[in-house]
């Protein structure tokens, strides 16, 4: 049985197609540096930061276009469906069979991956001395968040299809409630839940810190309470800040390499930075866009499967669908999250720049911010001039010239 490639397959596959192939290209041939650049950058951080992130981005791509040429060929070419019928006549089918298809298909793309993973997270953060994590403990992270993924998406797959036989024609809206409601939930729980499985968060204890912590604060009129400090040296070299949670969960989180390695002023302009990203309430809105493209998503999923699948009524409580739906829905979701990249690094990195310009008004402090954009991306060797392609595609965070021209004209 062949399932058939319709007007959204075709549409997506040729834009994921046109994408993969550009990202490649440009990350192979990044073209020329523009000189301006070299004001805040010498040529050898500009080129070791160009060779450092070339590695990162082909083992990106090449991870993605391996999975989805995986994906394409056990949805298309027939081996899904076969695979899926050799499970329920093994399982007798129901609940299980949908269960045992998920498990077997997780698998094979972990294994599809392991390689990529092992790439870029060990071997090539080792060969630019960025990891300090021995290959033993790789491995521990590895396996912890593996564990946490299978039981989590085994239980989503559980109640998916438990809803697509129970709601034959409203499913898609059900799982919409269901999944927007789960990352509520999640946004909320997992820094308290989640996070401290792979490091330790303490409160900040430095009078200095808190000091600044205070002023900064009562300037933002904001009651920033947790500030804490990540044990993050226990893997990276690299220094960061993030802001997390949602209601009473909320929390500023400092890299304790950021602590250790940069300036006082510098770090105050991390935090003021993270207490913009809270003042304006960006976590919200990030999640208010999320839950929209969700219901965006599981409505074009519904229209796809439907014209895809032949749908079957043999077995009654699990529904219209047969266990390889899965690998359908994951294609599915696969290229529409890579086609829709540009779209939500654009409303990233728009909220980045409205969390520089509303941090040095914070601060007053515009040439630390400068110093922090430089230093940051110096020592992280980010690529400082990315071709235009890569930046609208895949850049969350505005590349360093621009952020620092950005503050300039907050500044002024
Ligand atoms: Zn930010």
Redesign the pocket.
Known sequence: MQLKLNGIWLMLIMLTGVFSLLFLWFTLFPGRVNPEIGQYFSARQISQGRDYVQGMRLVFIGGFITQTVFLLWLVFGGRAVALSRWIQQFTGGGLVSYVLFFLVLWLLLRLINLPFDLFGSYYWQHHWRFSTQPLGNWWLDYFKSAGLEVVLSAVGVALLFWIMGRWSNAWWLVGAIFLSLWLVVQSYLWPVLVSPLFNRFEPTKDPAVLAMVDELSQKAQLPVDRVLVMDASQRTTKANAYFTGLGGTRRIVLYDNLLADYPADEVRAVVA?EMA?WRQGHIAKGLGMGVLGNFIIWGLLFMTLKTTIPTISAIPRYGQYPPYTWAVIVLFLTLISFTANPLMNHFSRNM?FE?DRVAVRLTGDAPAAERLQVRLAAKNLSDVAPPAFIEWFSYS?PPAPARIRAIQQAAE
Do not use: R
């Open positions: 930075h990203h980045e969390a965070h």
